[in-house]
Structure formats: C-alpha cells, structure tokens
Nanobody, 115 residues
Framework: QVQLVESGGGLVQPGGSLRLSCAAS????????MDWYRQAPGKQRELVAG???????NYADSVKGRFTISRDNAKNTVYLQMNSLNPEDTAVYYC?????????WGQGTQVTVSS
C-alpha cells in the first residue's frame, strides 16, 4: 500500500509564498515522475508541475518563473515552492505519483490566496 501525505497549504496574501510537500511511503516501485496538480472550484484538475526520474521538470505556463518543483529521492518527497502567489492560484493542490506499476493521488491540500 502506498500513501501520499501532503502538507504546507494555507492562506496567504497576494504576492506571498508557500511551500508544499508530499511524502510517499509504502511499497513503492520504480518512480517515473512525481507531479503537482490543482483544481479550482468549478474547474478541471490541471497539471501544475512535474519532475521526472532523470530530474527534468515541466511547468504549466501560468506558473513558470514563479513555482519550482524539486524532489528528495532518499525521502521519496516532492516539494513545490510557490512564489508571487495571486488569487488565481487558489485551488486544492494534489500530489500525484507515477510508478512503473501504478499511480497514486494524495488527498489534496488547500491553497487560498486572498487579502
């Protein structure tokens, strides 16, 4: 059984920063990628950022230059550093783990950007 535990969400003012963490535990096979998705009210879930096993990354255009994804392989943990947050970043952020045999979702963490 694989578990993903997310943390770091909360309320932040526009222009502020937050750092999300997602720790994977359990019987984890070879990891292909670890991603962050988000879903705002009334909208579809969208990919925010991803980091592959070779360390390469990709970002949604809306977050390029503001968000940074990183990974601690020893801890099977992925981070999302979010800077210059704006109200359009308000959403539930989900961690996604893509392994050779299966894929897993975290429970989500709420990020609210508001003054």
């Amino acid at each position: 059984q694989v578990q993903l535990v997310e943390s770091g969400g909360g309320l932040v003012q526009p222009g502020g920063s937050l750092r999300l963490s997602c720790a994977a535990s359990g019987s984890i096979s070879k990891i292909n990628a670890m991603d962050w998705y988000r879903q705002a009210p009334g909208k579809q879930r969208e990919l925010v950022a991803g980091i592959f096993s070779d360390g390469s990354t990709n970002y949604a255009d809306s977050v390029k230059g503001r968000f940074t994804i990183s990974r601690d392989n020893a801890k099977n943990t992925v981070y999302l550093q979010m800077n210059s947050l704006n109200p359009e970043d308000t959403a539930v952020y989900y961690c996604y783990l893509d392994t050779v045999w299966d894929d897993y979702w975290g429970q989500g963490t709420q990020v609210t950007v508001s003054s």
